[in-house]
Structures are given as C-alpha cells and as structure tokens.
C-alpha cells in the first residue's frame, strides 16, 4: 500500500503564476483534505472532498480551489500566487468524513 | 469556532526519561475527538494517539498516553522512555463529528518542538 501520495514534492513559482498541487489518497479512502502549512505554524484546513463535492471549506480565498476524480484522488489549484502562499501543502485521506486521517508528505510550495 | 493552544513552542529531553506535552482547547460542541500528532523532519504527519471526548478513559498507545480532562478542556501527551526516533514537532488537534460545524476537519495547534537529547 502507496499510502498517500502528493506531487510534486518541491515547486518554485513566480508571484501571479498558477500552481496545481496533486493527491492521491490511500487505497480504500474516498475522502481527501487539503492543508496548508506555513513555517514553524500548524497546518490549516483550506477544504474537504467527498464523493467529488467540496465538503467543508476553511477561510480561504476562492484563489484557491479544488476537485476531486472518480478514482478519488484530487487536485488544489492556486490561482495569482501571492508570496504570502509560500507553505507545505499537505494532503490528508480518510475511509470516511471523520475517521482516522492519513497524511502524505506534502508539497512544498515556494513563490518568489 | 474550535481552538487549541499549545503553550510550549520548545521541550528537551533525556533519553529514556518521560516528558509531558501539554494542550488546552475551546469549543461548544459536545461530540469530538482530539489527537496528537508527530511531524519528522521528513514532514510527514503522523498519528501518535486519539481520545474520544465521551470516553473516559485516558488512551495509551504503548510508550505514549494522554491526560484528558474534558472539563478542563485539557489533553496533555506524555511520553515514557523518550528515544531518539521521537524527536519531533507534536501537533494537538481536534476533530468534531455528529454534525458540528467542525465536523470532519482537524484544527491544529501551534505544535511544540521536542528534541530527545542522548
């Protein structure tokens, strides 16, 4: 078992750029989270997918968005980076809304 | 809204001797659950322990257990026979569940470093 697996693991982007950060959850899991890192912080939901709806959403700008595929696996999209965007970005996978959450090693995102 | 505070940003440790983390948090919900969780240097996110708030029993997950005292909204880690391998930043967190508006997400704390010095 892959576990959960994120890709890229480091990306460079220039201020204004797009970014698409991708996940695919842990066999058997139908639910992904996103999060977002800064340095030395603790992570912060930006949003939760379920059978391919955005489920909850934490208070982030509508820059930043999603989706989910039938297989499950999922995409976070950024739009007009802003330096302030520069964090790791984890994705989480579960078998259901609330139960045990899996992370992967998350991308780390820098805009210069 | 949920939040959890983590009042030490820095611990350290002998090898082999037992350190306390300590986490506080606020919510109006009443059904949730609350973990810990370790991040490595490799940045991966890993489930250390987790309680359920109707449960009054404390967790233990062999060398790590809690102290969870829901009216006090407190839930301190403690670590026996510190290694090495558990160097870390430790993460409090919680999840509501039964509808709430926390329901399915994790709201982190500020996370405490822990170096186990040998």
């Known amino acids: 078992d892959a576990g959960v697996t994120q890709s890229p693991t480091h990306l460079i982007k220039t201020r204004g750029q797009q970014v698409t950060l991708r996940c695919s959850p842990k066999?058997?899991?139908?639910?992904v989270s996103w999060y977002q890192q800064a340095l030395g912080q603790g992570p912060q939901f930006i949003f939760q997918?379920?059978?391919?709806?955005?489920?909850q959403r934490g208070n982030f700008p509508d820059r930043f968005s999603g989706h989910q595929f039938p297989n499950y696996s999922s995409e976070l999209n950024v739009n007009a980076l802003l330096l302030g965007d520069s964090a790791l970005y984890l994705c989480?996978?579960?078998?259901?809304?609330?139960?045990?959450?899996?992370f992967g090693q998350g991308t780390r995102l820098t805009v210069v | 809204a949920q939040t959890v505070t983590q009042s030490q940003p820095e611990m350290s440790v002998q090898e082999a001797e037992t350190v306390t983390l300590s986490c506080t948090y606020d919510?109006?919900?009443?059904?949730?659950?609350l973990f810990w969780y370790k991040q490595p240097p490799s940045r991966q996110m890993i489930l250390v322990i987790r309680?359920?708030?109707?449960?009054?029993q404390n967790a233990t997950e062999n060398r790590f257990s809690v102290n969870f005292q829901k009216a006090a909204k407190s839930f301190s880690l403690k670590i026996s026979d510190s290694q090495l391998g558990d160097t870390a930043m430790y993460f409090c967190?919680?999840?509501?569940?039964?509808?709430?508006?926390?329901?399915?997400?994790?709201?982190f704390g500020q996370g405490t470093i822990l170096t186990v010095h040998p």
């Open positions: 967190a919680f999840q509501g569940y039964a509808g709430g508006t926390s329901y399915g997400k994790l709201t």
């Open positions: 997918y379920y059978e391919e709806e955005e489920r």
């Open positions: 309680q359920e708030a109707y449960k009054q």
């Open positions: 066999s058997g899991h139908d639910t």
């Open positions: 919510t109006s919900e009443s059904n949730y659950y």
């Open positions: 989480a996978s579960s078998p259901a809304l609330i139960e045990e959450a899996f």
